[in-house]
């Protein structure tokens, strides 16, 4: 019987790994599964030994403020990893402790492969962790089509699988998109065109946007507002942000695929959004905005922030980042999502070049076959 240890320390982590823990019993009935993630990976059937809610610590001051919790993890891993000895220890995302829990894999289980799926974003930063990946990982499994160029002009392989995001948005049964204008929207779906907000998935990010995004929304009168809920936080955390008739939910998907427009917290969500066919802006709150500004060319190697603009390699959506991110400039660009019929559908067409450029392979399928192709 195979075993298999996996890591995610986030909710679309869990997803992911969820997904691909279905692909690997589908090619292997008896093997077993273990590790650190959520929900989804525990309905998946995988044995948990911490929920990735007390994981997901975003930044250097909620990393220092919870330090005792994080020190707590790691023992928690690598406990579980001496006593289960997997065959395999599929790292997804979460660098910061994946890169650490590996190399302790590394040291005291030398017969345990070791594959990194979701492999982190070393090519928009920390580039030289490409290096400590190569050396610790028996297999990088990556998600986008540039990043197999990428490890390979380090000497490195990384093979592409396809996109997660992309094989789960192509199994989801959703309404098909109109092109209609807001007007005939409101006469033919019989409900008035609303603005979605995703403010993200982490307590801290969504505190810092969705104040500001909320500001901007409400700027539009004429169009209600949808702010979709992360997994793992209760709708308490959400209701003193709200005023009536501004509304809470959770079928994200459901939401993106009628929304007339959505601002959206940079991350995976740009992505979804943009596959979903909704024009959009993206935000990202960063304390020290300004400095960052001053720094940026020298902390990151891509002109870019999004992962619908990094893939296509041109601005598609606009990215209020930093000190850009301000109620202001995300109103200025909502109108413009809203009301300019040019835009939206030059927006959109980039999105189908985007939907090929990410192929049709299935992620979790093909990652599971190259997995347990290590073990052959």
């Known amino acids: 019987m195979l075993k298999f240890f996996l890591i995610a320390g986030e909710a679309s982590g869990d997803l992911h790994a969820s997904n691909l823990i279905k692909a690997i019993r589908a090619q292997e009935p008896e093997a077993f599964f273990v590790g650190l993630g959520g929900d989804k990976m525990r309905e998946a059937g995988c044995t948990l030994y911490q929920?990735?809610?007390?994981?997901?610590?975003?930044?250097?001051?909620?990393?220092?403020?919870?330090?005792?919790?994080?020190?707590?993890?790691?023992?928690?891993?690598?406990?579980?990893?001496?006593?289960?000895?997997?065959?395999?220890?599929?790292?997804?995302?979460?660098p910061s402790f994946n890169l650490r829990i590996a190399a302790f894999c590394k040291n005291h289980l030398p017969d345990t492969k070791i594959v990194y799926y979701i492999p982190p974003k070393i090519w928009a930063w920390k580039k030289r962790r490409v290096h400590t990946i190569a050396r610790l990982c028996d297999a990088v499994l990556g998600i986008f089509?540039?990043?197999?160029?990428?490890?390979?002009?380090?000497g490195y392989q990384c093979t592409y699988v396809g996109n997660p995001t992309a094989e789960l948005l192509r199994h989801t049964q959703l309404p098909k998109r109109t092109h209609q204008q807001p007007s005939e929207?409101?006469?033919?779906?019989?409900?008035?065109?609303?603005?979605?907000?995703?403010?993200?998935?982490?307590?801290?990010?969504?505190?810092?946007?969705l104040p500001m995004m909320l500001a901007a929304a409400r700027a539009f009168p004429n169009y209600p507002i949808v702010v979709t809920a992360a997994p793992g936080l209760d709708d308490a955390f959400y209701l003193p942000y709200l005023k009536d008739?501004?509304?809470?939910?959770?079928?994200?998907?459901?939401?993106?695929?009628?929304?007339?427009a959505a601002v959206v917290?940079?991350?995976?969500?740009?992505?979804?959004?943009?596959?979903?066919?909704?024009?959009?802006?993206?935000?990202?709150h960063v304390a020290t905005g300004?400095?960052?500004?001053?720094?940026?060319?020298?902390?990151?190697?891509?002109?870019?922030?999004?992962?619908?603009?990094?893939?296509?390699?041109k601005e598609v959506i606009k990215e209020q980042v930093a000190y850009h991110f301000t109620e202001r400039d995300v109103r200025e660009e909502l109108d413009r999502l809203l009301h300019d019929e040019h835009y939206r559908a030059a927006m959109q067409h980039s999105y189908a070049e985007l939907s090929t450029a990410l192929g049709s392979s299935d992620a979790s399928q093909y990652a599971a076959t190259e997995i347990i192709g290590l073990l052959k």
């Open 51 to 94: 929920d990735y809610r007390h994981m997901a610590f975003m930044g250097f001051v909620a990393v220092i403020q919870n330090m005792g919790e994080v020190r707590r993890n790691f023992r928690i891993a690598e406990q579980a990893l001496l006593k289960e000895r997997p065959d395999v220890l599929i790292l997804i995302d979460y």
């Open 145 to 154: 089509p540039f990043e197999p160029a990428f490890y390979a002009r380090y």
């Open 185 to 209: 929207l409101a006469v033919t779906n019989k409900a008035k065109p609303f603005i979605a907000l995703l403010p993200g998935s982490r307590q801290e990010e969504i505190k810092h946007c």
């Open 245 to 260: 008739g501004e509304s809470l939910r959770r079928d994200t998907y459901q939401v993106l695929a009628s929304a007339q």
């Open 265 to 284: 917290n940079s991350g995976t969500a740009t992505l979804e959004t943009a596959l979903l066919g909704c024009p959009q802006e993206a935000v990202y």
């Open 290 to 313: 300004r400095v960052l500004g001053f720094l940026k060319p020298l902390l990151f190697t891509i002109p870019y922030f999004t992962l619908v603009n990094i893939i296509l390699g």
